[in-house]
């Protein structure tokens, strides 16, 4: 009971000052107050949720002035119900006053508001320009309309606020039942358009 005691006052002694407030639960926890090394770490069926992201996992560390820094390792799981994305991984670092997420191992995300979904090794996510970068090995799929674009690439730009993707190295897609393939590929899905740069090969249909 004591420790759990200490536990809840050292979360409210720490409270954030970002607009969005901060909870988080586990089985098990640690807490340090130490000046310019505060930190809180969570383990075994841990959660923290923090504005419109619930992340769930192995372990949790959270730090920084006003918990600006989460860390998570171990069967992550990152929901976002205003943006309606999910993403699972194994290693994630998020900085809440930024609004940046890092994931540096695979990974699989899902943005059921666009009707996409991808898999890399690598992601850098800009959430509040809604800019997404994947890297190594990207394999993703986009429904549009009744048609599905299917592509790989070593890395791919996506812009959900402007449904642009702009694929780089050794990229493949099929887009509208037609094969394209090409060093670079940029594909406007609101303007239905797709535009190829350097050694480009394809096959169109009809």
Known sequence: MRKAIVFILAVFLLLPVFADEITFSSNESSVRLREGMENVVLSGSATVSTGSLTISAENITLS??????????GKVVITDSER???????????????ERLLISSYFEIEDRENEMSAMANHLEY????????LISRVRF???????????????????????????????HVIYNGDDYSAERISIDIENDRISLNSAIRGTING
């Not at 920084?64 to 390792?73: D, K, L, M, P, V």
């Not at 009744?146 to 780089?168: A, F, H, M, P, Q």
């Open 141 to 171: 799929s986009k429904i549009n309309g009744d048609d599905v674009i299917i592509g790989s690439s070593e890395s791919l730009s996506y812009d959900r606020n402007n449904g642009t993707l702009e694929l780089s190295g050794s990229c």
């Open 126 to 133: 800009d959430m509040s320009n809604e800019m997404l970068r």
């Open 64 to 73: 920084g002035a006003s918990w600006r820094y989460i860390e998570c390792s």
């Open 84 to 98: 309606d994305i999910s993403i699972r991984t194994s290693v994630l670092w998020y900085d809440r006053e930024a």
